[in-house]
């Protein structure tokens, strides 16, 4: 890679001939620099780790596509699994956590072709060793059946299914391979129907395969993106530079979503380790136990957090301000938010306006000379008895321009 992160690829895809070794074949194949190989996960990544969980949620199918289900509400999260599919690691761990966290409606699609059966029949098995027979599905299967071109169909057959259960608006959380498809979903749909990703370890380098630039994919999507990469970029187990903040694809979301997007890398781990690295004893450790444990609590805490923010989160409404409006406009709005709003009906000059219901949850923020609006809505409402402040957040985001800007983050909660 370059120094910001634009990876170089291959100048042509191979693939072994049927005769060939696959695994020997894979071995000689001319290689992109570390750690920016044309593969889902990198060398050093944490191998599978078997769930330990018992299922809170339901078996579903929607035209043929089969699902694990759990939660409910008009808020949705479609979690896109790594490459050893919808019940592998913590996948349904995390699915039911999230569900309970954010009153969300919960999905997560069985949509890899097996692979020896795979795990509870979906993408690889338990025991498959990757990265000694990585050679054996790469770039096979990434470019045959599960490319997204292959995939996509059945992801919109499971937005079929939760828009009928009521869904109106979700976001996805794609683990590693998962991160990739989430990606090219989001460039297909509306950034107003799919309003937030969130990947941990993402692999959108398997652009290479198609000898494309993950910046180019970045460029499509139609919402804002939180990357979680593991390890350093040159270590093993690590995630290359783009989903850095001077990387070339983190940049390219940041042209189309300036300072909505986010990046946390997570140094000290390895590559899967949010859904695959062990955290009990007695179980393989993705580093120390301890330290991998609270990592991927502190990982699940900012994926939250970043559901929060875009109010994928049941009842919970950002409220960016600026110095373009006053703040009697804003406290108003306040109002309206936490208090909700009567129907009205239609007259000359003005259209009908449905009823509201109020939000519990109001954060208001402000950007450079706009945090005093901020701070000046946020206690006028608590003031007007409408709400509590229970959270103030500062922070100093990097701008476009490479610059810093002080920022205020305040948290509103509805008075009952």
Same mark, same amino acid.
């Given at each position: ?33 570390? #750690?920016?190989? #044309? ?295 306040? #109002? ?81």
């Amino acid at each position: 890679t370059s120094a910001r992160g634009t990876p170089r690829y291959p100048t042509r895809i191979n693939t072994p001939p049927p005769h060939t070794n696959k695994l020997n074949h894979h071995h000689h194949q001319q290689q992109p620099p570390p #750690n920016m190989t #044309n593969s889902c996960c990198p060398p050093g990544s944490a191998p599978y780790l078997a769930a330990d969980h018992n299922d809170e949620g339901r078996i579903g199918e929607a035209e043929g596509v089969s699902y694990y289900q759990v939660g409910s509400g008009a808020n949705g999260l479609i979690i896109l699994p790594d490459i050893w599919g919808w019940n592998g690691g913590r996948t349904r761990a995390i699915a039911d956590d999230f569900a309970k966290r954010g009153d969300l409606s919960v999905w997560v699609p069985k949509i890899l072709e097996a692979v020896e059966g795979g795990t509870d029949g979906d993408g690889l098995p338990p025991n498959f060793a990757f990265m000694e027979r990585r050679g054996e599905i790469t770039p096979k299967n990434f470019v045959g059946p599960w490319c997204p071109e292959n995939v996509l169909p059945m992801v919109e057959k499971l937005i079929t299914a939760m828009k009928a259960a009521g869904v109106r608006r979700y976001g996805y959380l794609g683990f590693c391979y998962g991160g990739w498809i989430g990606m090219h979903l989001s460039a297909k749909i509306s950034g107003s129907e799919l309003v937030c990703g969130a990947i941990p370890h993402p692999s959108i380098s398997l652009e290479g395969f198609f000898e494309r630039n993950p910046a180019d994919l970045g460029a499509k999507v139609q919402c804002p993106v939180a990357f979680f990469p593991a390890g350093k970029p040159d270590g093993p187990g690590g995630d290359p530079e783009i989903y850095n903040k001077d990387g070339s694809l983190y940049l390219a979301l940041e042209k189309k979503f300036p300072g909505k997007n986010f990046t946390m890398r997570f140094e000290d781990e390895i590559h899967g380790f949010v859904a695959r690295g062990a955290i009990k004893d007695g179980q393989f450790k993705a580093g120390d136990g301890q330290t991998t444990k609270e990592n991927v609590e502190k990982c699940v805490r900012e994926i939250e957090k970043f559901f929060e923010r875009h109010a994928l989160w049941k009842d919970v409404v950002e409220m960016k301000v600026s110095t373009k409006k006053p703040v009697s406009f804003y406290v108003k709005s306040a #109002n309206a938010f936490l208090s909700g709003v009567e129907a009205k009906e239609a007259t000359d000059d003005k259209e009908a306006q449905e009823a509201k219901p109020p939000i519990s949850t109001l954060k208001i923020s402000g950007l450079g000379d706009a945090i005093n609006t901020a701070v000046a809505a946020a206690t006028r409402a608590e003031a007007e008895g409408v709400g509590t402040i229970t959270k103030v957040e500062t922070s100093y985001p990097e701008m476009t321009s490479g610059r810093g800007c002080a920022q205020v983050m305040i948290t509103v909660k509805r008075k009952q």
